[in-house]
């Protein structure tokens, strides 16, 4: 499942957004087109894997935050893998295109 939030959260590029400071789920939802109450359900689980720091109703990169899946960064090795049964579910939650 971890890698189905991690996937997910890529696919929607929410790590690389985030790069330009913290935001609310709300926010960023709209930024992406996504559900915002989905959007804070992945945004809260990536901070329980301690990959978002998150302060009041805001979510920031961690410091030490995943840099392999944001396209940009030279350690990047693509989205993580996760089964077609459980990412066609991340994705009709997030919006995200499951692509």
């Given at each position: 499942?971890?890698?189905?939030?991690?996937?997910?959260?890529?696919?929607?590029?929410?790590?690389?957004?985030?790069?330009?400071?913290?935001?609310?789920?709300?926010?960023?939802?709209?930024?992406?087109?996504?559900?915002?109450?989905?959007?804070?359900?992945?945004?809260?689980?990536?901070?329980?894997?301690?990959?978002?720091?998150?302060?009041?109703?805001?979510?920031?990169?961690?410091?030490?935050?995943?840099?392999?899946?944001?396209?940009?960064?030279?350690?990047?090795?693509?989205?993580?893998?996760?089964?077609?049964?459980?990412?066609?579910?991340?994705?009709?939650n997030t919006g995200s295109?499951?692509?």
């Amino acid at each position: 499942m971890e890698s189905c939030v991690i996937r997910s959260a890529a696919e929607l590029h929410v790590f690389d957004r985030l790069r330009k400071g913290e935001t609310t789920a709300e926010t960023l939802a709209r930024n992406i087109g996504a559900d915002p109450e989905a959007l804070g359900v992945l945004l809260d689980a990536l901070t329980g894997l301690e990959l978002l720091d998150k302060r009041g109703d805001r979510y920031a990169n961690r410091e030490s935050g995943p840099p392999s899946v944001v396209p940009d960064d030279p350690d990047y090795r693509g989205s993580p893998r996760c089964d077609d049964r459980t990412r066609a579910s991340w994705s009709r939650n997030t919006g995200s295109s499951g692509g």
